[in-house]
């Protein structure tokens, strides 16, 4: 029997009970704003204002979206009442590793916080996952969220990697002292080059953090269908790729994003190369992006080394911080 069906009855006025987008759509979006406040990045922000929208559309969004979300393919999550308020909130998705799902959103109204319903939450969430058959149950957390973290590792989670998000503010003037020309210069990537950048990207990665991080092949190989797709969207993708000896040892993506989401570069530089490559990228990818005066630019670094991070300060980024990335197989009994 599904988690679900063990809850509280739909009616019920307090405890926990299923999501359902139909009634409480718009009261989590505002518990997620007021829980994680100013700590959302700005693509977050972003995807914020697109959900405040989206539940403006009040009984059309039952319409639209509960024979999907109801289905087998999904599993919203769940939320906490209190005197038919909602206060707190888990949501469920499934990753694209098959067997896997994602926990995110674990959020509790300032208010109700340190009265167990974040545990409460996950479990429910742990529970569901176990019915559907996961194999498997990941999630992201800040580094400095040590009450989180802590309640996590309870439960069986376990740290399998770390990134860095760095951000450059919108309006910097274009960096003027350009450093000297490099033993290695970038031509733009092309569609031939793709299995090789995701070899680069898996020697850079390690096969248990890939899923976590849910890699795609297709992010990965450029092209005329990718770049379609990507202009039907309203954005543009630029690749760059540095070869030695026919092995491309590091290549830059620079993706121009529509209306205000930050514009996006990644970065990757292979491990024996690391120290005098990454300068060269980071200004490639910039050059892309128009210099980045006129919009915010955000960074995920996957492998963050020093070299990498130093390049990017010396181009106007700031560090805004360190996610680590869990995971937990279902034979942990932490749920139980």
């Not at 139909?22 to 007021?34: K, N, P, T």
């Not at 319903?117 to 559907?132: F, H, N, Y």
């Not at 031939?192 to 297709?218: F, T, Y």
């Amino acid at each position: 029997m599904r988690v679900g069906a063990m809850l509280l009855r739909r009616g019920a006025q307090s405890g926990l009970r299923p999501f359902d987008p139909y009634r409480d759509f718009r009261s989590v979006v505002e518990l997620i704003a007021v829980a994680f406040g100013d700590k959302l990045t700005p693509a977050g922000q972003a995807s914020l204002a697109e959900m405040r929208r989206i539940a403006r559309w009040g009984p059309l969004l039952g319409w639209l979206y509960w024979p999907r979300w109801n289905s087998v393919a999904a599993a919203p999550g769940f939320v906490w009442v209190e005197e038919g308020r909602v206060v707190g909130n888990a949501s469920l998705r499934r990753a694209a590793e098959r067997g896997g799902f994602f926990i995110g959103n674990v959020a509790v109204h300032p208010d109700w916080q340190e009265r167990g319903i974040a545990g409460q939450l996950m479990k429910a969430s742990l529970g569901e996952i176990d019915a559907r058959g996961g194999r498997w149950a990941g999630l992201e957390v800040r580094a400095d969220n040590q009450i989180a973290r802590r309640l996590y590792e309870r439960l069986g989670f376990q740290e399998i990697g770390r990134t860095v998000q760095m951000l450059r503010p919108a309006g910097l003037p274009w960096v003027r002292n350009l450093p000297p020309p490099p033993p290695l210069l970038p031509r733009r990537g092309h569609r031939r080059d793709g299995a090789r950048l995701i070899e680069l990207v898996r020697s850079i990665v390690s096969q248990a953090h890939r899923p976590l991080l849910e890699l795609r092949r297709r992010d990965y190989q450029p092209g005329l269908e990718r770049t379609l797709d990507l202009w039907f969207e309203g954005r543009r993708e630029f690749w760059w790729v540095l070869e030695e000896n026919k092995v491309i040892c590091g290549a830059a993506r620079a993706l121009r994003e529509r209306g205000h989401r930050p514009d996006r570069l990644e970065i990757l530089v292979a491990l024996g190369h690391s120290g005098y490559l990454e300068s060269v990228l980071v200004q490639q990818g910039m050059v892309s992006l128009h210099g980045g005066s006129k919009k915010m630019i955000e960074t995920v670094l996957m492998a963050p080394t020093k070299p990498l991070i130093d390049a990017l300060k010396g181009y106007g980024f700031q560090k805004r911080c360190v996610l680590v990335q869990m995971r937990r197989s279902p034979s942990h009994s932490g749920a139980s």
